[in-house]
C-alpha cells in the first residue's frame, strides 16, 4: 500500500522542528524519528498526516551524557547505540535490559527511544521499565522547556502529555549504578509486541533487599 500525499520537512534543531511544528498547526502533523510505527500505520491508512516533520537528523538529539548523576538519553538514540553504551547499561539497567528485547537488529539499528516513549503504546516494551527506572521525559516547546516524571506523561493508549507544538528531546534516568535491573516479557506471536512486559529493579544492602521497583507493559492502556 501507499500513503496518502504529504508535504515534507526535514528539521536541523530543535528550535526548527518546533518552529515547524506551530507553521503547521492547523494541519494534521506528525514526527517522524525512526519511521517503525509511523510508516507502517501510513501505509496501512490508519495515519495520514498532512505533514510530516523529519527530526532524525537532529545530531544533539543522538548524545548519552551522565550529568551529576543522571543519565541523559536523547530523544534519538537508537536502541543499538544505547546497547553499545556501557554506562548505560551501568546507569539505566531495566531500561537496557527492556531495549535488548525490542523488534530484531535492523528494527534496534533505526528505531529510537524517545519515538518510542513518545509514540506511547501500551504493548511496547519501553514505557514500564521508564517508569521502574524513575525517568522524567525533557519536553520542548515554543516557550519552555520542561521535565515530566514518567508516570504523568502516559494518559492512554497513544496519548500522553505532550501539547501540540513539544517535541520530546531527552529522557533523564537518576543513576541506578548499585541495583540490578531486569525485563522478561510473554511477547505476541504475530507481532513480537509484549502480550504482558515485566520491569524490575531491585537495589540489595548487604544481603537485605532495600528497595524494589515494578513496572508492566501491555496490561493496561499504558505502563505501570
Known amino acids: 500500500m501507499y500513503p496518502d500525499e504529504f508535504d ?13 511544528l506551530e507553521e503547521h498547526s ?6 517522524l524519528a525512526g519511521g517503525h510505527s509511523l510508516l507502517p500505520a501510513m501505509k496501512t491508512g490508519l495515519s495520514s498526516p498532512e505533514v510530516l516533520i523529519d527530526i532524525s537528523q537532529i545530531d544533539e538529539l543522538r548524545d548519552i551524557p551522565v550529568e551529576d548523576d543522571t543519565l541523559v538519553i536523547g530523544a534519538m538514540t537508537r536502541y543499538s547505540d544505547l546497547l553499545d553504551a556501557e554506562t548505560a547499561h551501568e546507569h539505566a539497567p531495566a531500561l537496557t535490559a527492556a531495549v535488548e528485547w525490542v523488534g530484531d537488529q535492523q528494527v534496534r539499528n533505526r528505531g529510537t527511544l524517545g519515538g518510542n516513549l513518545a509514540h506511547a503504546d501500551p504493548a511496547s516494551d519501553l514505557p514500564g521499565p521508564a517508569l521502574v527506572s524513575d525517568a522524567s521525559l525533557v519536553v520542548h516547546g515554543p516557550d519552555s522547556e520542561r521535565r515530566v516524571p514518567a508516570e ?30 531486569s525485563y522478561v ?7 513480537g509486541y509484549a502480550m504482558v512486559g515485566v520491569a524490575t529493579l531491585l537495589t540489595m544492602d548487604g544481603d537485605t533487599v532495600s528497595s524494589v521497583r515494578v513496572g508492566a507493559n501491555g496490561i493496561m492502556d499504558h505502563g505501570v
Open 8 to 20: 515534507y520537512y526535514e528539521a536541523e534543531t530543535i528550535e526548527d522542528a518546533i518552529d515547524l
Open 26 to 31: 492547523m494541519a494534521e502533523t506528525e514526527l
Open 152 to 181: 504523568e506523561f502516559y494518559f492512554g493508549m497513544y496519548a500522553t502529555d505532550l501539547g501540540p507544538s513539544e517535541i520530546l528531546t531527552g529522557i533523564e534516568v537518576p543513576s541506578a549504578a548499585d541495583a540490578v535491573g
Open 185 to 191: 516479557k510473554k511477547p505476541s506471536p504475530s507481532s
